[in-house]
């Protein structure tokens, strides 16, 4: 009994200490790494992004992006809710110009802008805190020769963004938001945190079919940062509730749990049955 008990503590000793190193292991992403593109083939494109130079002066006043560049998150947070109500009254202003210019079928335009004006309101209005992961001028794609390439309908561009160094505490599945200015007026989509596993990278992608300046913002619902203990694959939240007694010990149930998480880790198909009575069905005991 006492070298299973033996056994067993060195096994979750080794468990605890395989998941506290995968955080350590993941490269610095720099720069060159930040964005990358594929294009409608699976073609890499060469992307020359550059930084929206309103936001690196500061007290820089009258912008599209005045008070992005707070120190406090919440304000930072509330300039980008005043640049999305801006948005928000260029994109009517176009409605009604649309509606009134006696222009043959300019009912799909006006439908789409309206669709874009309710995403970019439902933002803007909301009372979550908004977190700026990057703010970015997508110019230039180029392919492997150096040639311009045409971004358009027909020749969409996915754009991934690592967000490895921009934004803390990362979660697989958190609300992300890409706001694009397309014709000068700004646009919002949909996204969330994804995990690279081969290059130990979160990030968020999106087609684009422009390039433009484009903004990339985490949502966060409660007002607060999302922290969750580090496991084997950073973002999974399901991580056993593991609590040593006063004395240092773990129950079996625990250790199975810890066991049965690594081995899901490793895409091995296992059932994970609790002991409800704490006894042996051999002696009882």
């Given at each position: 009994?006492?070298?299973k ?46 930084p ?21 998150p ?17 994109i ?7 509606k ?27 009372d ?13 794609a ?99 509730n ?6 240092g ?6 250790l ?30």
């Amino acid at each position: 009994m006492k070298m299973k008990k033996l056994a067993a503590l060195a096994l979750a000793g080794v468990l605890c200490m395989g998941m506290s190193t995968v955080a350590l292991a993941a490269p610095s992403v720099g720069p060159e790494d930040a964005y990358s593109a594929t294009n409608k083939d699976g073609d890499n494109v060469k992307l020359d992004p550059s930084p929206i130079k309103e936001i690196e002066q500061i007290g820089f006043r009258g912008t599209d992006y005045d008070g992005w560049n707070a120190a406090d998150p919440e304000k930072a947070s509330d300039a980008v809710k005043d640049t999305l109500k801006r948005g928000s009254v260029n994109i009517e202003a176009e409605i009604v110009r649309l509606k009134e210019s006696g222009e043959p079928d300019v009912e799909g335009k006006i439908a789409r802008l309206q669709a874009q004006k309710a995403a970019v309101d439902q933002l803007a209005n909301s009372d979550v805190l908004i977190e700026i992961a990057d703010l970015v001028d997508l110019d230039v794609a180029e392919d492997p020769n150096g040639d311009t390439v045409p971004v358009d309908a027909r020749n969409p561009l996915k754009v991934r963004f690592v967000l490895n160094k921009r934004l803390k505490d990362l979660e697989v599945g958190q609300a992300i938001r890409i706001m694009h200015k397309v014709d000068g007026l700004w646009q919002v989509y949909e996204g969330e945190v994804k995990w690279d596993s081969d290059k130990s990278e979160f990030y968020v992608e999106h087609e684009f079919t422009s390039l433009s300046p484009v903004a990339i913002l985490r949502i966060n619902s409660d007002g607060s940062t999302q922290v969750v203990p580090p496991t084997d694959i950073p973002g999974d939240s399901q991580v056993p509730n593991v609590t040593p007694d006063a004395n240092g010990n773990i129950t079996a149930d625990q250790l199975a749990d810890l066991i049965a998480q690594r081995l899901r880790a490793n895409n091995a198909g296992i059932e994970r049955t609790s002991s409800t009575s704490g006894r042996s069905p051999k002696t009882g005991e």
